[in-house]
């Protein structure tokens, strides 16, 4: 049985064995209501366990395909973190904007042992989100951002390091930094909102 965190809310742990398909799948309201209610009690703190917030993430992803959610727009926004494993901010992240009707698609970049980043960014990517949980990361972003520096992008930045020190901001005054992951919704919604208006 997975450890359970001291204050542990009962509609979490439940998940941990369930039988998605047994369920009755959540509707869009449901499902944005339940992506809301998980984003709060994860950064609220002491009521998730690292079990709790996978399986809630699990049971969201598995009901996205059938939420009959009304995309915005079909162009995917890359969330983007250096490691091969997927951070749960990540995918956190990608359901909170799915569920908003923006579409997106999580984007690792290595590091080769040469400093070559094996991406490929095209001239419809305005903007970039990156998820930075580990300071060993902040390295790797500073090289990146030297050479995507000519392109045109918003870069919206977040993560751990930057909770527990925000004094490492400043070393990336080029970038944008939400408050929180919720906020990142509103700074979408502009920054698409100007892009709109230039082409007018």
């Known amino acids: 049985m997975p450890a359970m965190c001291k204050n542990s809310l ?3 742990s439940n998940l941990l064995e369930a039988d998605y398909a047994q369920m009755p799948p959540l509707s869009w309201d449901e499902l944005r209501s339940f992506a809301y209610q998980t984003v709060e009690n994860w950064e609220r703190g002491n009521c998730l366990s690292a079990a ?5 993430l699990n049971f969201m992803k598995y009901n996205i395909p059938s939420a009959d959610i009304k995309y915005v727009c079909n162009r995917e926004i890359p969330i983007c973190y250096f490691s091969h494993v997927v951070p749960k901010s990540a995918d956190m992240l990608q359901i909170l ?3 908003e009707g923006i ?3 999580q984007m690792p970049i290595v590091q080769t042992s ?4 094996d991406l490929e960014l095209d001239d419809n990517h305005k903007i970039l989100i990156f998820t930075i949980p580990l300071y060993n990361h902040l390295n790797s972003f500073k090289e990146f951002l030297k050479i995507i520096q000519a392109k045109k992008l918003n870069i919206l930045v977040g993560g751990n390091v930057f909770y527990l020190k925000p004094s490492l901001k400043l070393d990336f005054s080029n970038c944008i930094f939400p408050n929180n992951i919720k906020d990142i919704l509103p700074l979408i919604n502009k920054i698409n909102s100007s892009a709109s208006e230039e082409k007018v």
């Not at 040469?114 to 980043?117: E, I, L, M, R």
């Open 103 to 105: 579409k997106s698609c």
């Open 52 to 56: 709790d917030l996978t399986a809630a």
């Open 10 to 12: 009962p509609i979490y």
């Open 97 to 99: 904007l799915a569920v």
């Open 114 to 117: 040469d400093g070559y980043f």
